[in-house]
């Protein structure tokens, strides 16, 4: 019974709370506004009306609005440079995972020399130690996906090394984030499964951990849960606020579970996927590995899976899982979809090794790429 708690957000939840954005406490007078390119924070008024409220607040708004789905290290750089210039003392994350990562990772690059690579610890990263202090971020979630709102990750590509990095620290935590499921009613079912079942997997790979953890345990067991039960519901219906908010709690909790125990190797696996095809989207990496991935590590550790069976109310978490992937609607998902054979099986393998080994460590298995190999040769049609 030796554990960390640190959890040092300000989590506003809530249907219609986004609203307090104008009159709560914020940490600077002046941010930088970091949203996605693809337009729904504009096409949803999302943006605007957070311009608004900020406006309201005291806050004037500098909207960076360059952020791709996998995001990549130059618009980081971008966005730093921006934010430098314009003298932005805070930095706000509009949207999903990918926005929300990126405006911690441009809070951690601006007020910095050089690159944010100089500073991530990976193969081709400089694993600097970070002169300056983190810019305070803020996180206003649109999806129930990454759980980065209430945690202190971040993961960034960068194309040319072609690796695919999870970075953080204790600076790196949001300041305040507002979790407001009204935002989340507009998005499509697809994209609503994919994020929802990367909560998912945050929660059961944080109970798998070697790091796992009472309060982690908690919160993992609730959100498998939650997710199971709702997650369907939120895809078939996206207006069901009652569902839209339950997932969103889940999330809010499967990031309590990625600070305090992180996850597993399923992720290294998943992101080596998506650094070679940053088309595929992560929730969908996970799905299409996740059955093999769970299937052998059960095999070789089945310790803990049993709660989580219990949790998802089936016999066996495996069966579970299928289930669960066929309420969600994804069974006929597929790598062939995104061009991705079996040929590609071994150099994911090593470079989720290569990229990602502090989750192998994490995972009660310890795999070969061999192994893991085999993994992927099971799982890619
Ligand atoms: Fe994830």
């Not at 202190?152 to 507002?178: C, H, R, Y």
């Not at 919160?219 to 009652?242: M, R, S, W, Y």
Request: hydrophobic share 40%; net charge negative.
């Amino acid at each position: 019974m030796n554990f960390n708690y640190y959890m040092p957000t300000k989590v506003i939840f809530g249907a219609g709370r986004l609203e307090e954005l104008g009159e709560c406490e914020l940490p600077g007078r002046k941010v930088l506004v970091v949203i996605s390119a693809g337009g729904s924070m504009r096409r949803n008024g999302y943006l605007d009306r957070t311009i608004s409220l900020l406006e309201k607040n005291g806050v004037k708004s500098v909207v960076f609005d360059k952020i791709l789905p996998n995001p990549v290290l130059e618009h980081v750089d971008e966005g730093a440079e921006v934010c430098r210039k314009e003298g932005c003392d805070f930095v706000l994350g509009l949207g999903g995972g990918s926005s929300i990562d990126s405006a911690k990772a441009i809070a951690v690059a601006a007020p910095n020399p050089g690159s944010y690579w100089d500073y991530v610890s990976s193969e081709t990263g400089g694993g600097k130690p970070l002169p300056n202090k983190v810019l305070p971020i803020v996180a206003v979630t649109t999806t129930a996906g990454t759980g980065t709102e209430a945690d202190p990750w971040m993961v960034v590509t960068n194309p040319e090394a072609k690796e695919k990095v999870g970075f953080g620290n204790d600076q790196t935590f949001p300041v305040l984030s507002i979790v407001d499921p009204e935002l989340m009613l507009t998005l499509p079912p697809r994209l609503t499964a994919y994020q929802g079942m990367d909560a998912f997997f945050h929660s059961v790979e944080g109970y798998l951990s070697v790091k796992h953890q009472p309060a982690s345990d908690y919160h993992a067991l609730d959100a498998v849960k939650l997710i199971t039960q709702n997650l369907p519901k939120a895809v078939k219906n996206g207006k069901d606020l009652e569902a839209r908010s339950l997932v969103a709690w889940a999330n809010t909790q499967a990031g309590f579970v990625e600070c305090l125990s992180s996850n597993t190797a399923h992720h290294s696996m998943e992101h080596a996927v998506s650094a070679y095809y940053p088309e595929v989207p992560h929730g969908a990496g996970l799905i299409l590995t996740s059955v093999g991935f769970f299937n052998f590590l059960a095999g070789k550790a089945p310790e803990r899976f049993s709660a989580l069976a219990e949790a998802m109310g089936a016999i066996d978490f495996i069966a579970g899982l299928k289930k669960l992937i066929i309420d969600i609607g994804m069974e006929r998902l597929s790598f062939s979809e995104f061009g991705i054979t079996k040929s590609d099986a071994r150099r994911f393998a090593e470079k989720s090794f290569s990229s990602m080994p502090r989750l192998y460590k994490l995972t009660p298995h310890q795999f070969t790429v061999d192994e893991v190999t085999g993994i992927f040769e099971t799982v890619i049609d």
